[in-house]
Nanobody, 117 residues
Framework: QVRLVESGGGLVQPGGSLTLSCTAT????????MGWYRQPPGKQREWVAT???????SYAKSVDGRFTISRDDAKDTVYLQMNSLKLEDAAYYYC???????????WGQGTQVSVSA
């Protein structure tokens, strides 16, 4: 079983930056695609970014150019550097890890990002 633990959320002003981290522990069983989703208040969870085991990266249009996803496989950790944060970026951010089939096998507990003046 794999456990994902996020950290780095908090309160930031519009235009500010935050970096989220997500560390996988347990039976990680090799390098898998990892990424981030978010759920704004009162809305459905939405995909933010993914980084594959080969380092291929993709972003949602709403964050492309402002967010950067990266990974450190030696630490089983994925990061999300968020710059130029907007009010609409406020949400709970969830880390995920895909299994061999490409389906999401594991979720983190979430970390809250608040954006307010």
């Amino acid at each position: 079983q794999v456990r994902l633990v996020e950290s780095g959320g908090g309160l930031v002003q519009p235009g500010g930056s935050l970096t989220l981290s997500c560390t996988a522990t347990g039976n990680t069983d090799g390098i898998k695609s990892m990424g981030w989703y978010r759920q704004p208040p009162g809305k459905q969870r939405e995909w933010v970014a993914t980084i594959t085991g080969y380092g291929s990266i993709s972003y949602a249009k709403s964050v492309d150019g402002r967010f950067t996803i990266s990974r450190d496989d030696a630490k089983d950790t994925v990061y999300l550097q968020m710059n130029s944060l907007k009010l609409e970026d406020a949400a709970y951010y969830y880390c995920m890890r895909e299994g061999p089939s490409g389906a999401i096998d594991d979720w983190g507990q979430g970390t809250q990002v608040s954006v307010s003046a």
